[in-house]
Structures are given as structure tokens and as C-alpha cells.
T-cell receptor, first 115, second 116 residues
């Protein structure tokens, strides 16, 4: 069975602080995909990144960076110099490489960035 | 319109009503999904349609009835719902390809449903 754990239910930071959102996953599959989505108050899930299990290179996109470590089954997300617009719920998700198409989501981390 | 759109955005219905949720994707994708997001549970998949054929049904009660008339449109027909069905219903789409692994799912804004 697959499982995604986001242990941080809620994080509050002040603007310009760096913040890391943790994601730990469990799977028996040797190949799989990991995702991060952002859900602002409007409700829409906004896709941020997709990473397959073969690619452990860290990725940076502007103020966002992701640290994928297979050895610890973690896929952490860091926002550098946070802004008020980053306030949202962030979900980490896991999917099989083939077969069942469902995304297994974590319970989400609510990030509040105070001005 | 771009991306994935959903209507209505908000819906209040009684337990004896019949209503439908609509999803439309403008991305040229060939797979569509319904997810349910309730306050006390993680996001959970309800149905998957691939090339207009239902390929997954996650033990969803029969009071939810999906319909996919073409690859761009997906409906969720609701009848005799219960208060515990109140939730945010999210539609998503993706482009499935052969041997390309799990493709990214793109989500709509959701329909916030309240059952009284």
C-alpha cells in the first residue's frame, strides 16, 4: 500500500523567512512519481512539480526548491524568502508508474505567511 | 477558457434533490478524474475515465453517478445525498501515453457542495 505523510499540519512564518515543508512517503514500487500541489483559498489544486523515482537531482524553480532523497523516502519542499501569496495548503502526492492512476495524497500542510 | 473548469462553484442541495456537477477540460487530455476533498479526510479518488471509458471506481456509493460523454466533459450526477457527502469535489485531467509513466493531473477549482 502507498502512503504519504505530511507531519506538519500548519506552519506560520513571517514574510521573507525560508520555510521547508516535509513529505515522507511509503511504497513497495521500485518506480513511482512524486508531486507537489498548492491549494490557495480559492480551492484549485495548482501543480508545482512532478519527479520520477529515477531522478534524485534536486530541483530549483525561482524561490521554490525540492530535495528528493530516496534513502529516507523524503521529498521536501523549500520556499525561500516567503511571500504572503505563498499562503496556501500544500499537498505532496505519490503515484505508481503504471496501472492504478490514483494519486495518493498526504493530508497537506497549511502555510501561513504573515506580512 | 483555459485549463480545467467546473460548474457550479458552490451548490447547496437537500437530501432529496437531484443535481449534476460539470467539468470541462480545455487541455486536449484523454483522461479525467473526480476527487472528493472533505474536511476530515485526505483527497480521495472517486472515478477515472480514460478515453471516455470508466476505468476506475473507488467503491463510491451509487448515489454518485459519473458520466463522460466525450474526452472534454465529465459530469457527476448526484441524487439522494447525505449530509456527510458535503465536501469539495475536484475534477482533474491528464494526458495518458504509452510507457510514459504517471502523467501530471491538472485540477479544476472544485465545486463546494453542502447537503442539508
Amino acid at each position: 500500500a502507498q502512503k504519504v505523510t505530511q507531519a506538519q499540519t500548519e506552519i506560520s512564518v513571517v514574510e521573507k523567512e525560508d520555510v521547508t515543508l516535509d513529505c515522507v512517503y511509503e511504497t513497495r514500487d521500485t518506480t513511482y512519481y512524486l508531486f507537489w500541489y498548492k491549494q490557495p483559498p480559492s480551492g484549485e489544486l495548482v501543480f508545482l512539480i512532478r519527479r520520477n523515482s529515477f531522478d534524485e537531482q534536486n530541483e530549483i524553480s525561482g524561490r521554490y526548491s525540492w530535495n528528493f532523497q530516496k534513502s529516507t523516502s523524503s521529498f521536501n519542499f523549500t520556499i525561500t524568502a516567503s511571500q504572503v501569496v505563498d499562503s496556501a495548503v500544500y499537498f505532496c502526492a505519490l503515484a505508481k508508474d503504471t496501472g492504478r492512476r490514483a494519486l495518493t495524497f498526504g493530508s497537506g500542510t497549511r502555510l501561513q505567511v504573515q506580512p | 477558457e483555459t485549463g480545467v473548469t467546473q460548474t457550479p462553484r458552490h451548490l447547496v442541495m437537500g437530501m432529496t434533490n437531484k443535481k449534476s456537477l460539470k467539468c470541462e477540460q480545455h487541455l486536449g487530455h484523454n483522461a479525467m478524474y473526480w476527487y472528493k476533498q472533505s474536511a476530515k479526510k485526505p483527497l480521495e479518488l472517486m472515478f477515472v475515465y480514460s478515453l471516455e471509458e470508466r476505468v476506475e471506481n473507488n467503491s463510491v456509493p451509487s448515489r454518485f453517478s459519473p458520466e463522460c460523454p466525450n474526452s472534454s466533459h465529465l459530469f457527476l450526477h448526484l441524487h439522494t445525498l447525505q449530509p456527510e457527502d458535503s465536501a469539495l469535489y475536484l475534477c482533474a485531467s491528464s494526458q495518458e501515453g504509452w510507457g510514459q509513466g504517471q502523467e501530471t493531473q491538472y485540477f479544476g477549482p472544485g465545486t463546494r457542495l453542502l447537503v442539508l
